[in-house]
């Protein structure tokens, strides 16, 4: 299988950005894919954060199950400030709460000193994870540029929340892809560019995992059974018509439907870090 992978230019790149945009920032929120919040996080992060306060947001809560759940209680536990979101239904107090919670000490003393600075939040993440819905949703209007697929936001860009001002920046941080398993959930959820990816074998990888963690889901969506990871694929060719003359299989479209299904939520809830993904990338 084809390495999914970041290049050193790049990585190094996302750190000099990272690192000067904290400069400017009082605290981060930390966005993640709910359905793989550990994917997405890269360890170097802690040491160019130092002591900025974070909370972590597991975000698109609505597409995932209790799995998640478990791992955002996991994450608390170990004492990092951490709560979900579906920040497409634009219900934000909870995170505006959390917000106001993480920063409190800080507001304390600008208050004392009779300073009318706002606090200054960094809203991290990979691509795709949902920071501009996120920023739109705190501001209450259209002001962060958002797109379905990974690298929309183009530029960094202040907004206005009440008394925090919040940077929205292209996807941060790249995460550490020495773990193979942890960067194609990535791929899977749409949070690496598609272009990038041979999508036959994130296809084939990503019907091994759910039928191993969500047999249900490929049965009924698909009527699969059992069968290869390949078999399987066809059988969703099959399902969905996207055969070609002769009755050869249209694998391009029957991957693609399979990977659009799973993003868009049509195979049910998902997660697929477990805990000890958490304990690897040191979230907990």
């Known amino acids: 299988m084809k390495l999914i992978h970041w290049f050193p230019g790049h990585m190094a790149k996302a750190m000099r950005l990272m690192e000067d945009n ?7 929120v930390f966005v993640l894919d709910a ?4 994917s ?27 799995r998640s759940d478990e791992l955002l209680s996991l994450m608390k536990e170990n004492g990092r400030k951490a709560i979900k979101l579906n920040a497409t239904a634009q219900n934000v107090r909870p995170l505006q709460a959390a917000m106001e919670d993480l920063v409190k000490e800080k507001a304390i003393r600008l208050k004392e000193k009779g300073s009318n600075k706002p606090i ?11 920071k501009s819905t996120v920023i739109n949703a705190l501001s209450g209007s259209k002001k962060a540029q958002v797109g379905d697929k990974a690298g929309v936001t183009r530029g ?13 920046t292209p996807g941060t941080m790249p995460p550490a892809l020495s773990d193979q398993t942890l960067a194609r959930r990535l791929a899977y959820v749409g949070c690496i560019n598609d272009d990038i990816l041979e999508m036959d074998e994130i296809a084939l990888c990503l019907i091994e995992e759910l039928s191993e963690k969500y047999p ?39 991957e693609r439907a ?13 997660c697929l870090d477990s805990p000890d993904d958490l304990k690897n990338t040191g979230l907990i």
Do not use: H, S
Not at 45 to 64: H, S
Not at 120 to 130: C, D, Q, S, Y
Not at 156 to 168: N, S
């Open 22 to 28: 904290l400069r400017l920032c009082d605290a981060v």
């Open 35 to 38: 359905r793989a919040p550990a």
């Open 40 to 66: 997405a996080y890269n360890p170097a992060l802690e040491r160019l954060i130092g002591q900025k306060p974070v909370l972590f947001l597991f975000n698109k809560c609505d597409l995932a199950d209790g």
């Open 120 to 130: 200054r939040f960094l809203i991290a993440g990979v691509p795709n994870t949902g």
């Open 156 to 168: 960094k860009q202040w907004v206005k929340c009440g008394p925090f001002e919040l940077m929205d």
């Open 216 to 254: 249900a889901a490929l049965r009924e969506r698909y009527g699969i059974e059992g069968g290869t990871p390949l078999e399987k694929l066809e059988r969703v060719c099959k399902t969905r018509g996207f055969l070609q003359r002769g009755g050869e299989y249209d694998y391009e479209r029957g």
């Open 258 to 270: 399979l990977i659009d299904d799973f993003r868009k939520g049509k195979l049910g809830r998902v």
